[in-house]
Nanobody
Framework: QVQLVESGGGLVQPGGSLRLSCALS????????MGWYRQAPGKQRELVAI???????NYADSVRGRFTISRDNALNTVYLQMNSLQPADTAVYYC????????????WGQGTQVTVSS
């Protein structure tokens, strides 16, 4: 069974940095496009960043230039480096795995809380 486990969230002051990790088990990371999403209280879940199986990345306009998504297929792990954090970045951050093969199942992690506050 495929599982995604996020870690690295916490409380940080504005302007600070955090690195989130998403560890995939039960399969191999290389057959999935991976993404980070976030959901703030009272808001819909939104895409933050994605990285496809070939390493191509894309970012939401609100985080471009501040966040960096990367993957280490050997470790079955995806990362989100978050710099210059702002209170508006406060949310639960979720990792998602989308299979590159048509018809496959996607998977979500349980989420990790990121709070940006002074």
């Amino acid at each position: 069974q495929v599982q995604l486990v996020e870690s690295g969230g916490g409380l940080v002051q504005p302007g600070g940095s955090l690195r989130l990790s998403c560890a995939l088990s039960g399969s191999i990371c290389s057959i999935y496009d991976m993404g980070w999403y976030r959901q703030a209280p009272g808001k819909q879940r939104e895409l933050v960043a994605i990285i496809n199986s070939g390493g191509r990345t894309n970012y939401a306009d609100s985080v471009r230039g501040r966040f960096t998504i990367s993957r280490d297929n050997a470790l079955n792990t995806v990362y989100l480096q978050m710099n210059s954090l702002q209170p508006a970045d406060t949310a639960v951050y979720y990792c998602k795995a989308d299979p590159i093969l048509v018809g496959g199942k996607n998977y979500w992690g349980q989420g990790t809380q990121v709070t940006v506050s002074s």
